[in-house]
């Protein structure tokens, strides 16, 4: 997310997402987000664990993109 994101700008329901014990419990998923300024080289980093499996299985990403 861009440096100026905040989250209580977002609808209420739209909030869920970025609160990982709400998104887990609400949508079944494990969501993680990050700012802009972790740098290209962080966020790699995080998709490539984020995608590996226990068993270093890749598995899906979804990204999303807000209005």
Same mark, same amino acid.
């Given at each position: 997310? %861009? @440096? #100026? *994101?905040? =989250?209580?700008?977002?609808?209420?329901?739209?909030?869920? &997402?970025?609160?990982? &014990?709400?998104?887990?419990?609400? *949508?079944?998923? %494990? &969501? *993680?987000?990050?700012?802009?300024? =972790?740098?290209? @080289?962080?966020? #790699?980093?995080?998709?490539?664990?984020?995608?590996?499996?226990?068993?270093?299985?890749?598995?899906? =990403? &979804? @990204?999303?993109?807000?209005?």
């Amino acid at each position: 997310m %861009d @440096e #100026d *994101f905040d =989250i209580d700008r977002l609808a209420a329901p739209a909030q869920d &997402v970025f609160d990982s &014990v709400r998104a887990k419990l609400r *949508f079944q998923s %494990d &969501v *993680f987000w990050a700012r802009a300024s =972790i740098g290209k @080289e962080a966020l #790699d980093l995080w998709l490539d664990t984020y995608q590996t499996s226990g068993t270093f299985r890749k598995r899906g =990403i &979804v @990204e999303l993109e807000l209005p």
